[in-house]
C-alpha cells in the first residue's frame, strides 16, 4: 500500500507542474535578454482627458486722442476788433494794433472765427482772416459760442460733394454780413440770442480759396457755376439747415 501511496503523490506533482506555465525571458539572438512589455488593458469606462486651450481675449489697440495745445496768432491789421461772441452783430470789448500776439483757444463752428486770449488775459473772439497764427488755425479745438443763435446751412454739387468757398450775405434791414463756407460745405452766421424776423441769405460770388478754383484763381475747366437757390428768405428763430446746390 505504501508503494502506491507514493506512486499516487509522485503523479499528483507532476500534473501540478504541468498546469503552471513558467515565464521564459525571451533572448536575443546574441542570447541577451529581452525585455517582454505586456500591455495593460483599458477599461472602456475609463475616462480620456482631453487637453483644453483656453484662448486669451483679444486686445485691440485704442486710438491716441492728442490733446489741443493753445498756440500763437498774430494780428496782421490795425484796428482788429476783439468781439464778446463770433460775429459783425457783436458788441466790440477792445480793438489792437498790428502785431499783436494773441494765443488761440479754439474756433467757432464754420472756422471764420476764432476764440483768443489777449495778452491782458482777457477772452474774445477775432475774425479768422485777420490773424496768421504759428499753424493753421482750422486745426484749433471747435468751441460752440454761448448765448447766440445762429442761420446754417451747407454747400453741395449735383453729386453730394461738399463746395467750400462761396460767399453768402446775411441781411435784416440795415444789418448785414458776409459769411463763406468751410472745406466741408458748411457756414455759420451768429446772431444776437434777440434776433427775431425775417432774414435773407443772398450768394454773392466764390472766394479763390474755394475748391472750384485753380492757384491762379480761375474756375476749374472753366466751369464756374452759382449757388441754386441764389437767395432765400428765413425767420428766426431758425433751426432749419439750409441746403444750396452748385450748379
Known amino acids: 500500500m505504501s ?5 499516487f503523490v509522485m503523479f499528483v506533482l507532476i500534473s501540478a507542474s504541468a498546469c503552471t506555465a513558467p515565464v521564459i525571458p525571451a533572448t536575443g539572438g546574441n542570447g541577451a535578454t529581452v525585455a517582454t512589455l505586456t500591455p495593460t488593458p483599458v477599461s472602456p469606462h475609463q475616462s480620456t482627458l482631453v487637453p483644453t486651450i483656453q484662448s486669451s481675449p483679444t486686445t485691440h489697440p485704442q486710438p491716441t486722442i492728442t490733446p489741443f495745445i493753445p498756440f500763437k496768432a498774430v494780428t496782421q ?13 457783436f458788441g466790440v470789448n477792445m480793438n489792437v494794433s498790428k502785431g499783436t500776439v494773441f494765443t ?4 467757432a463752428p464754420g472756422n471764420e472765427w476764432v476764440y483768443i486770449q489777449t495778452p491782458a488775459n482777457t477772452n474774445g473772439w477775432v475774425y479768422a482772416k485777420l490773424l496768421k497764427g504759428d499753424q ?4 484749433a479745438l471747435t468751441v460752440h459760442p454761448n448765448n447766440v443763435q445762429y ?11 461738399p463746395v467750400s468757398g462761396i460767399n453768402f450775405s446775411i441781411v435784416q434791414g440795415e444789418n448785414s454780413e458776409t459769411i463763406m463756407t468751410a472745406p466741408d460745405g ?18 454773392t460770388g466764390m472766394d479763390c480759396s474755394s475748391n472750384l478754383m485753380d492757384n491762379k484763381c480761375n474756375c476749374k475747366a472753366d466751369i464756374c457755376g452759382a449757388a441754386n437757390p441764389p437767395v432765400v428768405n428765413i425767420q428766426v428763430p431758425n433751426n432749419r439747415a439750409l441746403t444750396f446746390t452748385w450748379k
Do not use: H
Open 3 to 7: 508503494i502506491f501511496r507514493n506512486l
Open 77 to 89: 491789421l490795425d484796428y482788429v476788433n476783439v468781439r464778446d461772441n463770433p460775429g459783425l452783430f
Open 104 to 107: 488761440v483757444l479754439g474756433k
Open 136 to 139: 493753421d488755425l482750422a486745426t
Open 151 to 161: 442761420i446754417t446751412g451747407q454747400v453741395v454739387d449735383e453729386k453730394g460733394s
Open 186 to 203: 458748411s457756414f455759420y452766421a451768429y446772431l444776437p440770442p434777440s434776433s427775431s424776423g425775417q432774414w435773407t441769405i443772398s450768394y
